[in-house]
Nanobody
């Protein structure tokens, strides 16, 4: 199983950006998909989390501005980011709990995509 994130880039404060993450490989089912970010010099933090059933939770700093969604048919998770702020700058990583059909679900990380918000 591999997670491939894409869609990062440079955007001005107040702008919008959507990042996506495709899960490929031997996938029987996906339990959860999440987005984390790591700003320069800081620890990685949870930004948004969604179960495959649509239950979501967000970091307080992004509530009302970011929306996570999962396309079940494509095994893809999106993060729509609106009203971006310079403090949203960082490398965004996708994470997923995936069951490959054997044993137990495992946790996977994508490689990250850089989001830079200029002031």
């Amino acid at each position: 199983v591999q997670l491939q994130a894409s869609g990062g880039g440079l955007v001005q404060a107040g702008g919008s950006l959507r990042v996506s993450c495709d899960a490929t490989g031997r996938i029987f089912s996906i339990d959860t998909m999440s987005w984390y970010r790591q700003a320069p010099g800081k620890q990685r933090e949870l930004v948004a989390h969604s179960t495959i059933g649509g239950s979501t939770k967000y970091a307080d700093s992004v509530k009302g501005r970011f929306t996570i969604s999962i396309d079940n048919a494509k095994n893809t998770v999106y993060l729509q980011m609106n009203s971006l702020k310079p403090e949203d700058t960082g490398v965004y990583y996708c994470n997923a709990d995936i069951f490959a059909g054997i044993g137990r679900p495992r946790n996977y990380w994508g490689q990250g995509t850089l989001v830079t918000v200029s002031s």
